[in-house]
């Protein structure tokens, strides 16, 4: 069998819109990916072979003319997003049911409607909500990481076992497994997607998060989730030569390791020879703030998101989760309403200031996965980003001490997502030639 | 049999607790109810008497002691709800499947975890976004709208066929069916109650509504659901002497029909009687721009949140809806960031101005309910304190020419829902006394 696995979404996409690949071909060879990898990287909470293969069959029925724009696209899709065909168990104690959700999540119908071939559910840390692992382990490494809470779907795709997955990101879910694992990670501005059918955290930071390992691969998802910019962008390549590139430390930067300090100063460089105009820029003071606001969002956010289960069943969920119901910190709801506050107001800040560079850097991650499956890592170089619900990239081409990846985050005003994926896929392909890191598992 | 529907759930609820009513007696008594009354009203979507009462019994089972703060409290949903044990169907084409949900809501699960009895299902118009009315009529005049888009759940409670139900609000989907049914409606502090498991149309605007015969029902499910001020309210009524009531007409009052001009006067007149402190204010006028703002939210975000269902099946869905997928109103995504952020800006400068009055009153609707069922009414009066996510509680008491009931809603700043119960059980009860209208349903 040809290995069809190594391509990404828009290769193999091709072939089965040609008709120079079945579905069920393609699934196949996804499966055999999995049973040969599976048992070390453990990235699936449920899947079916069969049921799979039933699916890809189907879609094969379809007349190449009503094949829709994701054919035959095999998708992870993380066991907190329902699923009707599925279970949903969100790596909670108290939802260990085998049985189909019944009822799809809206990007889920979006996908489906598409042609997309929902292939199983990915792990995750409970709800999403905790950093505490899940057994899945790092692709490029088994004994550390591969973030979270999206750990199964960074996993999978970094590990070749699909082309695409769904993640969701509350502080760093989606951006830090996708440093962790080496691939593309997307999360849009808040609101692009739809949320329903999500497990509900925050409803200030919750996003659906998009791996996939080109940027190419992302395009086809924001063209299906039309997530349009008001100014489209230009058909031909984002040209580096004489662009404006900012680098962004945030007041996190005294975090950064050894890995990350590395990979920047490298993509400075990287740039800089392409010709960029590369400049660090410093954010205003208020920005600062933005950390402990985020922490009394979730807080706040989280007293109302966990308060069903936790008097359902509270002695199977984490104690950080009754923490929340319970309000041990404390939190106020004036200092809850002055964190929504403050950061709405820094939102159009942030905004005009991005506007003014063609790309702004941040980092993803403050180093490389590190070893043990107990903790899924820090999200502190993703947060405000987060909830200043902006879009976030992560694209990776770095390598830490220890030869595993680590990417940078290209984040951009609100609603310029088509923008922040033009130039990321340039800036990708010069980060993939010559940042230094490359996949050994293809 | 006695006619315990007739009783508020804090009544039925202390019989219930002491063992003087079964909830099986006190299921069969509401069923009668909706078995005299419902081929008129058509309040219910989904509703299994033998379920109910298979439920009852379960419920009866349960000891004393271990009986939760809503015992056998009945509740009705709306169907946009997640029930995992009966179907949710959204009244839309695509979704008439009777399978149930197997998911429940997050507020079901909390309501469930509470000893409620989950009643059925409430019709809604299709995904609780337009003002297409399903064929519910008003209780108090079949030939009339019970309003929506919370219909089904307004009409149920002001028929004395639940005493509990809860509903939607985007605009004005809580708040106007419980002025036309004469009824308490809360529409609490967005945020505060969890949206998991609820349909989405505005990230920005939904929220759960409860509905209520009295303020001391919503007191419960306040207390259930943790809608817990920084400052809590005194254990003694609010003193309506010497408190300050502001009166706030706001950009929509040319609107105002007769029904709610006169309400209005004589809610002022009353509470000045009552040694009220009585002024009218005016809001800033950035405060008129709301309007647009919040219907390009709608847009920007029921862009997004229609798509799946667009795309899996647009035939079947309402062509504003599809006005929404296809952008209609040409919407940019700058005229939708600079909604989000002048609402964002003008929420702290709301909290303010209520902050220094007990209690704020706006109109509710614009007048009576109208004739026809074709149109759920205007959400004119609703739709900027949505947005604002501030405390809405809608208190009946008042009626319009043709003898049909009109409710002023009483806002309060964010997160004090609880201050907004106390206030609105002292002029609830007043305006109730002397405002001159009474359901004559009992």
């Known amino acids: 069998m040809a290995e069809h696995y190594r391509l990404d979404a828009s290769h193999a996409l091709s ?8 579905v069920e071909e393609y699934a196949k060879s996804l499966l055999s990916r999995i049973k040969e990898r599976d048992h070390v990287v453990k990235a699936w909470a449920y899947l079916d072979p069969d049921f799979v293969l039933k699916q890809a069959r189907a879609l094969d029925q379809i007349p190449a003319e009503q094949r829709g724009p994701l054919h035959g696209v095999a998708i992870g899709v993380k066991d907190v997003i329902l699923t009707k065909d599925m279970p949903t168990q969100h790596n909670s104690a108290i939802y ?29 840390t409970e709800f ?7 057994e899945t382990s790092n692709p490029h490494d088994s004994t550390r990481t591969p973030g979270g809470s999206s750990s199964g779907s960074g996993a999978a795709v970094g590990d070749f076992q ?24 997307l999360k849009p501005t808040w609101g692009a997607i739809s949320r329903e059918g999500l497990a509900q955290y925050s409803i200030t930071c919750d996003t659906l998060g998009l791996y996939a390992r080109s940027v ?25 030569k004489r662009s404006k590139v900012a680098f962004c430390k945030t007041a996190n930067w005294p975090k950064a390791g050894p890995g990350t300090q590395g990979a920047w100063e490298k993509a400075k460089s990287i740039l800089e020879k392409q010709g960029a105009k590369v400049e660090e820029i410093e954010l205003p003071e208020d920005f600062a703030k933005i950390k402990d606001w985020h922490a009394n969002v979730l807080a706040g956010e989280g ?19 009754h923490g929340h119901v319970e309000n041990h910190t404390k939190l106020s709801r004036k200092a809850q309403l002055e964190s929504y506050d403050g950061c709405a107001r820094l939102r159009p800040v942030w905004d005009d200031l991005a506007s003014k560079f063609d790309a702004v850097f941040t980092p993803s991650v403050v180093d490389e996965a590190p070893v043990g499956l107990g903790s899924t890592g820090d999200a502190s170089f993703c947060s405000m980003w987060t909830i200043l619900q902006v879009p976030c990239l992560n694209i990776p081409g770095f390598g830490g001490e220890n030869k595993l990846p680590i990417g940078l985050t290209l984040v951009g005003p609100r609603y310029t997502d088509e923008h922040v994926l033009w130039v990321g896929k340039s800036i990708g392909e010069v980060f993939a030639r010559e940042g230094g890191w490359k996949s050994k598992l293809i």
Not at 97 to 118: H, K, M, N, Y
Not at 307 to 317: E, F, S, T
């Open 15 to 22: 072939l089965m819109q040609n008709g120079d690949l079945t």
């Open 96 to 124: 260990t049911s085998s049985e189909p959700s019944t009822v799809d999540a809206a990007p889920i119908i979006t996908l489906r409607a598409s042609g997309a071939l929902i292939f199983g559910k990915t792990t995750t």
């Open 128 to 134: 999403a909500s905790v950093t505490d692992g899940p």
């Open 162 to 185: 699909v082309p695409i997955a769904l993640g969701t990101q509350t502080g760093g879910s989606t951006v830090r497994p996708g440093s962790f694992n080496g691939i593309f990670a």
């Open 216 to 240: 190419a691969d992302l395009q086809l998802l924001a063209k299906v989730f039309q997530l349009a910019d008001d100014k489209p962008v230009k058909p031909t390549p984002f040209d580096i």
């Open 303 to 321: 007293r109302t998101s966990f308060l069903g289960n936790y008097l359902l069943a509270k002695d199977k969920m984490h104690s950080m989760l």
